[in-house]
């Protein structure tokens, strides 16, 4: 595998401009088909193929989104080195300033990574984007993603009663939101 090139670092993780190269691809569609992953990000959408992973991947980063490989840094003989554990995007539209962000963590979840990711997507809508305001939406039986938006200040202001679908049965949906003066308050 290439060295991701890095565009966001943080203290655990960094987020990398999107890999593109095949064996990543292979790991973005070993995650998309492996249903405890994927009744989390995009329901019953079925199997999910390589190609379709490498069109998802080629044409990525458009119309304002930014979509990044999340991976893991590890020092290894003093080189920093990255293991890709996820994908995360976000995009920001119109004379709104509305931004929406999603996550998927394929590997080594429950160490804090996505509680991190979410903050850097964060700090990143609001200081490079300027966004006003970052939602995102969440299945409400899902609740490891709810606390971990809780904890970087989303707010729930929805719910969509039965919108998702996954195992023969319909799930709530919740959208949560920060607006950008929120963000400011807590700095």
Not at 139 to 162: L, Q
């Amino acid at each position: 595998m290439s060295e991701p090139i890095v565009r966001l670092t943080g203290k655990k993780v960094d987020l990398c401009i999107l890999m593109t190269d095949p064996e990543f691809v292979e790991l973005y569609t070993k995650w998309y088909n492996d249903e405890t992953i994927g009744m989390w990000v995009h329901g019953n959408d079925g199997v999910h193929s390589i190609a379709e992973s490498q069109e998802w991947a080629d044409n990525a980063n458009k119309d304002g989104h930014y979509n990044f490989t999340v991976c893991v840094k590890r020092t290894y003989k003093g080189k920093v080195k990255h293991t890709p554990i996820g994908t995360c995007s976000i995009g920001c539209y119109g004379n709104s300033r509305n931004a929406s962000l999603g996550i998927l963590l394929g590997e080594q979840q429950s160490k804090g990574y996505g509680t991190e990711v979410i903050a850097m997507l964060i700090k990143f809508a609001f200081e490079e984007m300027n966004a006003h305001r970052l939602e995102l939406n969440v299945c409400a039986d899902n609740e490891r993603a709810i606390r971990c938006y809780t904890k970087n200040g989303f707010k729930e202001c929805g719910r969509k009663h039965e919108a998702g679908y996954f195992g023969g049965k319909y799930r709530d949906v919740i959208q949560m939101e920060i607006l950008e003066q929120d963000y400011r308050k807590g700095l």
